[in-house]
């Protein structure tokens, strides 16, 4: 496999034409959000030059364009995952729209007193919040799979947490923290022995790794756009059409009825049913010129880039005895970011050091609080990889850490 090389993939990227603070941009923040090619910026600026219309609702030719350009795109994201049809495509604005929308329209109709909803501890917010609500109103149980000392779910966890009364598991793919990949297929496979339904996070998985969602056999699985060199506003819903033609409407409004009448309304067919008002066709543009484009890299190549990326910022960091990794330390089924924090530096302080060196990363909770009382942090710092990264990023970050100690009046 012929390998990618990223200082020819950062050409397309206009984001790294521009210094910061006055040095090279090193943007190593993708698990919030990624930057975009000009030919995602190019097929968004040329929909509004040129095609730009209220899809599904006019006679004339900007409409059926902008309808045109709307159902392209469900093509393009349905293949990208292999989803059946595209019936089973729903566009929300994000992963958290995605999921609420699940808790909302699939939760409160089918899960009643004493099921358990079922979740990893280290899930975003995004996937708790909406199952906390769901499991007060419908008087449910949340429970909760455990990470071993390495940050992974141990077999037997599944094992012991998925029973008879288990109605609803929703697992992330792949941690925004611990860059742990999760057994996915394993959850799936004991869920359904027992009747219950499976939502996957993919917000930080498909990006970066071929998701093929009728192998997995997920019945939900949702992700961003942002995070997948689209653009903010765009998000997938995936639903297998079995489950979703069960599912009334979350929001209700234009184009997802059939006929409304005073006191009554009936609604369209899938996927329409479930995307009320006006379509976000720009945004549809936008994700479906970025799914083009990571498939010409090719998602294997780019997973194997990360790969290599990973195990070399990890030589680095692992060498470097101040740095604790939060987080699996070898390369088996992880990602490409890393969590780390520095003895004696709060994470924020070297997220804003970092900064000024032109070094992008995040510090924080990552929105996962629960999973820091879990690892009984209040913080961590963050580094998350992309397809244009290259070593000489690791590098300059190693390079900014070093600084940030002596910052501190540490020595090397
Ligand atoms: N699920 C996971 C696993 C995530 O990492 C995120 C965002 C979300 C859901 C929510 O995505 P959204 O597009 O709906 O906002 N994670 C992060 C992060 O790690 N840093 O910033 C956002």
Request: proline share 4%; hydrophobic share 40%; glycine share 8%.
């Amino acid at each position: 496999m012929t390998r990618i090389n990223p200082e020819i993939i950062k050409k397309d990227f206009p984001i790294f034409n521009q210094d910061i603070h006055g040095r090279k941009l090193v943007y190593l923040d993708n698990g919030a959000t990624t930057q975009k090619p000009l030919q995602v910026i190019e097929a968004m600026a040329g929909y509004n030059k040129i095609a730009h219309g209220n899809p599904h609702r006019g006679a004339h030719k900007l409409s059926v364009e902008a309808t045109k350009a709307y159902n392209s795109s469900k093509e393009t994201v349905r293949k990208f995952i292999n989803a059946k049809s595209t019936e089973e495509i729903i566009f929300t604005r994000n992963t958290t729209e995605s999921l609420n929308l699940i808790a909302y329209s699939y939760g409160r109709e089918f899960i009643n007193e004493g099921d358990e909803i079922l979740l990893a501890i280290s899930e975003h917010h995004s996937n708790i919040l909406p199952w906390q609500r769901l499991a007060k109103e419908r008087k449910a149980i949340l429970k909760y799979m455990y990470l071993n000392a390495e940050g992974r779910i141990p077999l037997d966890e599944i094992k012991n947490k998925i029973s008879e009364k288990t109605k609803l598991v929703s697992v992330g793919h792949m941690s925004n923290v611990l860059g742990t990949i999760h057994p996915v297929e394993e959850i799936i496979h004991h869920a359904h022995r027992v009747g219950a339904v499976v939502v996957v996070d993919g917000a930080q998985s498909a990006p970066h790794m071929k998701v093929d969602v009728q192998e997995m056999d997920a019945d939900f699985f949702v992700f961003s756009g942002h995070k997948m060199l689209g653009p903010m506003g765009i998000g997938v819903l995936y639903g297998k059409k079995e489950i979703l033609e069960k599912m009334s409407p979350f929001l209700l409004g234009g184009d997802m009825i059939e006929y409304v009448y005073e006191q009554e309304a009936t609604f369209a067919p899938l996927p329409y049913r479930l995307e009320a008002g006006t379509q976000n066709v720009e945004g549809a543009v936008g994700i479906k010129a970025a799914m083009e484009y990571l498939e010409k890299i090719g998602l294997d190549k780019i997973e194997e880039h990360e790969k290599e990326l990973t195990q070399y910022a990890l030589d680095r960091m692992l060498s470097l005895p101040y740095i604790d990794i939060i987080g699996p330390k070898d390369l088996e089924m992880r990602g490409g970011l890393i969590s780390f924090t520095i003895d004696g530096i709060h994470p924020h302080d070297i997220a804003t050091i970092l900064d000024s060196y032109g070094v992008a990363i995040r510090a924080g909770h990552h929105c996962t609080q629960p999973l820091m009382r879990f690892l009984d942090l209040h913080a961590t710092s963050r580094i998350s990889f992309y397809l244009y990264n290259t070593k000489d990023d690791v590098d300059q970050f190693i390079e900014g850490v070093k600084n940030v100690r002596k910052w501190f009046g540490y020595g090397s």
